[in-house]
């Protein structure tokens, strides 16, 4: 038996065509989420959200910019994980999409897991002030640096999806009911990157073979697809304390 449980971290008001090529440039709302698969293997947390120094100080990592962090106490993705009845030590395993701010800010919140990140990845975020370390490079931590497709439990498998950033991943999750979906992280910020075929990326080639995996990955059933940063979409997925079996 797995559940999913999807839960808001927090979020970033930033310019559409940050997401999509040709887009507008006024500001929009854009969530930013964390996922809890519980499985008879333990919990395994997808990302690990914005760190709460954003509730008291949004420009607090990247100063003022283009980029904005909305972020309310109740985010913290510690307390979103204590109303589910979870604990930190009850995490067993945390899957990163990437490194960057938004998906890995409370990496250091979790000190008894083992954290599965492609090895390039680790490689190329390491001491890059836009991965900054301050958040997941730290010692106490127990990363484990995976290859390719690798199973981390029954029904829940990481899967490459360059582009974005070399070693991005996404989570491919068969549930019993549900069936097949994937937490994509940033490979498609949003349904329409996946319609399209089409997203902002510093690797624009390997990010649209990457759109076009995950496409593949749900037969095309774009429903099945949890998008990072997807205002519209959010709005329909059940979230915490509803789940998807
Ligand atoms: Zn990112």
New binding site residues.
């Given amino acids: 038996m797995i559940e999913l449980t999807i839960f808001r971290t927090g979020g970033v008001e930033i310019g559409a065509s940050s997401f999509v090529p040709g887009a507008t440039d006024q500001k929009t709302f854009a969530p930013v989420w964390s996922a809890l698969l519980r499985t008879p293997e333990g919990n395994v947390l997808f990302d690990t959200g914005l760190h709460p120094v954003h509730i008291e100080r949004p420009e607090a990592t990247f100063g003022p910019g283009s980029l904005k962090v909305v972020m309310a106490k109740d985010d913290a993705v510690v307390s979103r994980l204590a109303a589910l009845g979870v604990r930190t030590d009850d995490v067993t395993i945390v899957v990163n ?2 490194l ?1 701010f ?2 890995a800010g409370n990496n250091g919140a979790f000190p008894k897991a083992t954290f599965i990140v492609q090895g390039d990845h680790l490689a190329f975020a390491k001491g890059k002030p836009n991965f900054p370390g301050v958040y997941w490079d730290i010692p106490e931590l127990t990363y484990m640096p995976v290859t390719g497709r690798v199973r981390v439990a029954t029904g829940v498998e990481v899967v490459p999806t360059p582009g ?2 070399p070693g ?1 991943q996404s989570l491919v999750v068969d549930l019993p009911e549900t069936g097949r979906v994937v937490l994509c ?2 490979a498609a910020f949003t349904r329409e990157n996946l319609a399209r075929g089409e997203i902002r990326a510093p690797d624009e080639a390997a990010a649209k073979n990457s759109l076009a995996l995950i496409r593949s990955l749900v037969g095309d059933d774009l429903d099945r697809v949890f998008t ?1 940063h997807d205002a519209a979409s959010w709005a329909r997925w059940r979230h915490a304390p509803e789940t998807y079996r």
Avoid: E, I
Wanted: zero cysteines; hydrophobic letters at 10%; glycine letters at 10%.
């Fill in positions: 999409s990437h960057h938004d998906h974005h950033a991005h992280g940033d990072s």
